[in-house]
């Protein structure tokens, strides 16, 4: 097995902007796993808010990378195994493990969905993402869009306006990205009018356990984003969340989201599959699994200019999922 990479800046076709702040481009590392004549692909994204540093990356990559080489190829699960022994960040497990699905199941002749024989003739539409903005153009862009589904970013501002999203699109969602006051998030609770957006992300600043002040039971569908990283969260959430966004870079690939998905559905949780700004290569991975859960965020390559691979794809909200093998990945440039 051949280990290589390269980092690669997406430009968005318009400013992205969230509560932690306005992004023109993101950069994102790019593994390839290459064995008898066969490549699969895995991608993780440069995200400030989550600490991560792609060069950092690449310097452990580089360490590691006869180690890895030297891996003989088996199940996905015990290379999964083996991943974790090397104590790596989840966002680099997340492409390697990715990039070994897509590896593993081209030498296979087999795509992921028939290697976990999940039945794909249903399957959710995609949201669509709309930035932090004034609520009159939002509306607008939603409108513009024309998209069943759409994600609203906000913040602490115009929370007693949000209800006028509410028109923009037949089904809408709000992303506060943690940036709500505890007293907002309380009112929100209150409002009757709440619990007719789909559900309300991430409301309160995570890593302070600020989630205790809200109440699974009450009107809005609460969604656990960066609160929620792995299957270890789940348990100690259930009181306050409804729902849980499982992005693989957060949990650490396909092969943990999997189990996650088993036991978040255990625990009665509805779940999104989200993603992080990625090319299709990402978003290929998060589409496998758009089958097994109630929601999909995986807008990325629809709102970049320079897409650098092809597979699974989405089309106004509909999802394409490719039939190839492995997760159906192929690249667009010249890079490995």
Not at 299 to 309: C, R, S
Request: aromatic share 12%.
């Amino acid at each position: 097995m051949v280990l290589s990479w390269q980092i690669y800046r997406l430009f968005l076709k318009k400013p992205f902007k969230i509560s932690y702040g306005s992004y023109p481009h993101r950069d994102v590392l790019v593994v390839c796993l290459q064995h008898a004549g066969k490549t699969g692909y895995g991608e993780c994204t440069e995200i400030d808010y989550y600490g991560v540093n792609l060069q950092a990356f690449v310097q452990q990559l580089q360490e590691l990378q006869s180690k890895i080489e030297k891996q003989n190829i088996v199940h996905p699960t015990e290379f999964y195994a083996y991943l974790e022994s090397l104590s790596l960040n989840s966002f680099l497990r997340s492409a390697l493990d990715c990039a070994y699905w897509d590896l593993f199941g081209k030498l296979e002749n087999k795509s992921f969905l028939a290697l976990n024989q999940i039945n794909y003739a249903t399957l959710p539409e995609s949201f669509i993402t709309v930035s932090i903005g004034n609520i009159k153009d939002q509306i607008t862009e939603m409108k513009d869009w024309g998209w069943t589904y759409v994600k609203v970013k906000i913040n602490e501002t115009h929370v007693n306006e949000l209800y006028e999203l509410l028109q923009g699109a037949p089904v809408v969602a709000l992303d506060a990205n943690g940036s709500l006051q505890i007293n907002q998030a309380k009112w929100l609770q209150e409002q009757k009018w709440a619990k007719d957006f789909a559900f309300i992300e991430q409301p309160l600043a995570f890593g302070k356990s600020l989630y205790n002040n809200l109440s699974a039971q009450t009107s809005p569908l609460w969604m656990a984003d960066e609160d929620c990283k792995t299957s270890e969260d789940l348990q100690k959430l259930q009181p306050h969340y409804g729902a849980i966004n499982i992005k693989l870079m957060k949990c650490g690939g396909l092969t943990p989201a999997l189990q996650m998905i088993t036991q978040a559905r255990a625990l009665g949780y509805k779940i999104m599959v989200g993603c992080m700004t990625e090319s299709s290569i990402g978003i290929s991975a998060g589409a496998v699994l758009a089958p097994l859960v109630d929601y999909i965020d995986l807008d990325g390559p629809t709102l970049i200019q320079n897409d650098i691979a092809q597979g699974s794809f989405i089309e106004n909200g509909k999802i394409h999922l490719s039939e190839k093998a492995g997760l159906g990945i192929s690249i667009n440039y010249e890079g490995f």
